[in-house]
């Protein structure tokens, strides 16, 4: 089945750094995939989105670039702030349905 | 603001009980979806729903029912409540866009099992 792999649970950089946040997904589809961010007490948000191969999200500085040959969405961002601390969900959707699959979850928590 | 709320926000049951989610939404989209969100797993659909009377099972479905009698109303029922469902659930909405649809999630439910 499908399934979507971020291998970081917690990453901490400090406030300037660059950051990168895995995602790596497996399906026979093609899908579209996106970056959703999560605050304390909220539902997930949507923070960026690529619809196909090559596509690139962007949204308030953070980049991912959909890699059909290496099955990737890494979230990149070239200077952290202390305001981007949150959980970063990658989700993949497919199908008529548009039902998403997650991934695990990333704590980003930026140091001051 | 997608215009999605959720009832009740918090909740504490006892084992056996039943107990039924709420969401509502205000645009008439016809999808929408229920997810619970537990740590280390994410995001996991329990059920949808494609339009009124119409829904279909997630990947989580056992031991939960969804009705849909009304467009904005999708509701999420446990018949008999058990620890493991102690979780905190999402409800969504998926919205066309010209390049493609997004979902807009609710602010979620809280519920505990004791």
């Known amino acids: 089945g499908d399934s979507v792999v971020q291998t970081e649970g917690q990453v901490l950089p400090s406030e300037g750094d660059s950051l990168i946040v895995n995602c790596s997904y497996e399906?026979?589809?093609?899908?579209?995939l996106f970056w959703y961010v999560q605050y304390p007490g909220e539902g997930p948000q949507l923070h960026l989105k690529?619809?196909?191969?090559?596509d690139k999200g962007r949204n308030k500085g953070f980049e991912a670039m959909y890699r059909k040959e290496t099955t990737s969405f890494h979230l990149e961002k070239d200077s952290v702030q202390e305001s981007d601390s949150a959980v970063y969900f990658c989700?993949?959707?497919?199908?008529?349905?548009?039902?998403?699959?997650f991934g695990s979850g990333t704590q980003l928590t930026v140091l001051p | 603001d997608a215009g999605i709320t959720q009832s009740p926000r918090h909740k504490v049951t006892e084992t056996g009980t039943p107990v039924t989610l709420r969401c509502h939404q205000t645009?008439?989209?016809?999808?929408m979806y229920w997810y619970r969100q537990d740590p280390g797993h994410g995001l996991r659909l329990i059920h949808y729903?494609?339009?009124?009377?119409?829904?279909d099972k997630g990947e989580v479905s056992d031991g939960y029912s969804v009705s849909r009698s009304k467009t904005e109303d999708f509701l999420l029922t446990l018949e008999s409540a058990t620890s493991s469902q102690t979780s905190v659930y999402f409800c969504?909405?998926?919205?066309?866009?010209?390049?493609?649809?997004?979902?807009?999630f609710g602010p979620g439910t809280r519920l505990t099992v004791t």
């Open positions: 690529a619809m196909k191969a090559n």
């Open positions: 969504a909405i998926s919205v066309r866009q010209p390049e493609g649809s997004e979902q807009y």
């Open positions: 989700a993949l959707r497919f199908g008529s349905a548009r039902q998403l699959t």
């Open positions: 399906t026979t589809q093609y899908p579209s």
């Open positions: 729903s494609y339009g009124v009377k119409d829904t």
């Open positions: 645009e008439n989209h016809r999808y």
